[in-house]
C-alpha cells in the first residue's frame, strides 16, 4: 500500500509489483491512496498470477482527483488459469488514458471486474479489457455524475 495520507498527493512513476509468477499462485493486492494521485505514463501496477488475478486499488471516494496517464499499465490478469481479478480507480475527479486488464487465464477462467467512478469521470482515451478466451467476458464499470456517448 502507498498512501499520501490524510491530503497528500502520490505519484507513480515506477512499478509496484504484487504479482504471482510462481505455478498456481494468484496475483497480491496493489493499493494508492491519497487526496491527489497521479499515475504517469510510465507507472505499472502489477497484480496479475498464474492462476488469478489479484486486486488494483487507485483513489477512494475521498480522493479529489485520480489520474492514469496514457502508457501506464494497471494489471490484475490471470496468466494461465483462473479468473481475472479486480480494478477500481475512484476520486472526485477521475480521469483514466492509461490500460486497465483484468483478464482471464489463456487456458481458462473468467475476466474480472474494472471499474472507473469519479463525480467527474473521462475515459475518451482508456483501454480496458477484461476479456477471457476461453470462459466469460469480464465487466467494466462505469460511474460518473452523467455520462454522454456519441459518435466522437
Known amino acids: 500500500m502507498l498512501s499520501g495520507g490524510e491530503g497528500g498527493t502520490v505519484q507513480v512513476t515506477g512499478t509496484l509489483d504484487a504479482s504471482g509468477q510462481g505455478t498456481g499462485q494468484t496475483g497480491g493486492k496493489v493499493t494508492v491512496t491519497g487526496d491527489a494521485i497521479a499515475l504517469s505514463g510510465t507507472a505499472k501496477m502489477d497484480a496479475s498470477g498464474d ?3 489479484g ?3 487507485v483513489g477512494n471516494w475521498q480522493a479529489t482527483t485520480a489520474s492514469v496517464a496514457d502508457g501506464a499499465t494497471l494489471d490484475a490478469s490471470a496468466k494461465t488459469t483462473g479468473n481475472g481479478g479486480s480494478i477500481s480507480v475512484i476520486s472526485g475527479n477521475t480521469d ?3 490500460l486497465l486488464a483484468a483478464r482471464g487465464g489463456a487456458n481458462g477462467g473468467d475476466g474480472g471486474q474494472i471499474e472507473t467512478s469519479g463525480h467527474f469521470l473521462r475515459v ?3 483501454k480496458v479489457d477484461a476479456s477471457a478466451r476461453h470462459g466469460k467476458s469480464g465487466q467494466w464499470l462505469l460511474d460518473p455524475w452523467d455520462i454522454t456517448i456519441d459518435a466522437a
Open 55 to 57: 486486486k488494483v486499488t
Open 51 to 53: 492462476s488469478g488475478g
Open 124 to 126: 475518451a482515451s482508456a
Open 96 to 98: 483514466v488514458a492509461g
